[in-house]
């Protein structure tokens, strides 16, 4: 029988696309993913039932509490998930390997271009609950954190990625206000789960940063994304971080991704050359395939 490989959070984006593309990726591992109707993460019981039961042999955590306004209007929730939810996991993997996804909201946002050396600093619950869960994770040397920063895909529901989300305001007739001055590094989901299925295989745990080439503001991904997305047309609007109200949000999240791609297979893609390049082979723009490949 082949090894299992657990799957939190397997009805959300990225670990949707993992389990989709394990077969491809991973074909010497069984996948069980565990979706929130399965096993609430936060009854910390019935996720020893589940373990018991499923007896995994590795476990690439994705479950959490990621949305930013969420996290500020209920930190308790946020914390029981991100934090004590990954603890426990964390804990009952001891002798395992165990990627936990985490987040480049960790730092501040103030300088951009952030490697895996640089001290975080996060400005918001998010990014705090994120951290904590990271340094318990970091304890153990079999066990690895991902930061990602910004990832676009197609969910089941049409509800999880930031794409589906300015597609779903402009079909409802409403305008989609992008900061010109807020700046991410954005990945498909194809992309990035075809990266956790290599540094799985690699076995070099740690931590590791993980974005697109091209650092981009908030408006310039927009601009991107039209040619694609005909619905975005006479949506968007250039705004500025500086009128934002609510939660705060870190100016310039770009990553240093050289560790991470001293290892991997092929080349981490920039989002336009993604689009064009997985367009114009009439193929699913977020599928996960390398544009190369």
């Not at 308790?76 to 993997?93: K, T």
């Not at 619950?125 to 990832?151: D, M, S």
């Not at 770009?254 to 997985?278: E, M, N, T, V």
């Amino acid at each position: 029988m082949k090894p299992v490989v657990l799957i939190t959070g397997s009805a959300g984006l990225i670990g949707r696309y993992l389990v989709r593309t394990a077969s491809r990726w991973a074909p010497d591992w069984a996948v069980r993913g565990l979706t929130r109707a399965d096993v609430d993460l936060t009854d910390l019981a019935s996720v020893d039932n589940a373990w018991r039961s499923i007896q995994p042999a590795a476990v690439i955590h994705c479950a959490a509490i990621s949305r930013t306004k969420d996290c500020e209007q209920n930190p308790e929730l946020a914390r029981s998930i991100n934090v004590d939810a990954s603890v426990h996991l964390a804990r009952l993997s001891e002798h395992i390997p165990f990627i936990f996804l985490s987040s480049g909201e960790v730092f501040d946002g103030k300088t951009g271009w952030y490697s895996e050396a640089d001290v975080p600093s996060p400005i918001n619950v998010y990014g705090k609950t994120k951290l904590e869960a990271e340094q318990v994770v970091l304890k153990n040397p079999r066990h690895t954190v991902l930061r990602i920063v910004l990832t676009a895909g197609s969910s089941e529901n049409g509800d999880r990625s930031f794409v589906e989300d300015m597609c779903r305001v402009a079909k409802a007739g409403k305008d989609v206000t992008l900061y010109a001055d807020e700046f991410r590094c954005p990945l498909p989901a194809g992309a990035i789960v075809r990266v956790v299925w290599e540094l799985f295989g690699h076995e070099q745990p740690g931590l590791y940063h993980l974005g697109g080439q091209d650092r981009l503001s908030r408006w310039e991904i927009g601009q991107a994304l039209l040619p694609w997305y005909p619905e975005l047309m006479g949506r968007l609007v250039e705004g500025s971080a500086r009128t934002h109200v609510g939660g705060s949000r870190p100016a310039d999240l770009s990553l240093r991704c050289d560790k991470i791609q001293k290892l991997l297979s092929f080349p981490l893609p920039g989002f336009r050359s993604w689009l064009f390049a997985r367009a114009h082979r009439g193929a699913d723009l977020w599928d996960y395939q390398a544009p190369h490949s």
